[in-house]
């Protein structure tokens, strides 16, 4: 049984960071993408970024390339999202999720496990 659990959010100013964690659990995830999904309210789940947990290449969404950064520490298990000036936009339920795959993709509908997401909320 897979298990994801999110860590690290929280309240942060406008240009500010945080750093999310998703600890995983009950696989080896060799041949798994792992994925950074947010929600904001009244939205729908969009896609932030996904690693290919065996080689660590990645698929950072264009728009927040420049500010949020994910990577993997695969003796710890877990993947992480750096977020860096931060913005108001930002705010919303992160959520992580995985699925044995060998090409990263974007769509949510996609991936079997998730998290149960952790909020994250930008003041101005």
């Known amino acids: 049984q897979v298990q994801l659990v999110e860590y690290g959010g929280g309240l942060v100013q406008a240009g500010g960071s945080l750093r999310l964690s998703c600890v995983a659990s009950?696989?080896?995830?060799?041949?798994?993408?792992m994925g950074w999904f947010r929600q904001a309210p009244g939205m729908e789940r969009e896609f932030v970024a996904a690693?290919?947990?065996?080689?660590?290449?990645?698929n950072d969404d264009d728009a927040v390339k420049s500010r949020l950064t994910i990577s993997r520490d695969n003796d710890k298990n877990t993947m992480y999202l750096q977020m860096n000036s931060m913005k108001p936009e930002d705010t919303a339920v992160y959520y992580c999720?995985?699925?044995?795959?060998?090409?990263?993709?974007?769509?949510?509908?996609?991936?079997?496990?998730w998290g149960q997401g952790t909020q994250v909320t930008v003041s101005s």
């Open positions: 999720a995985a699925k044995q795959a060998v090409v990263i993709t974007t769509a949510s509908r996609e991936y079997d496990y």
């Open positions: 009950g696989r080896t995830f060799t041949n798994y993408v």
């Open positions: 690693i290919k947990w065996s080689t660590g290449s990645t």
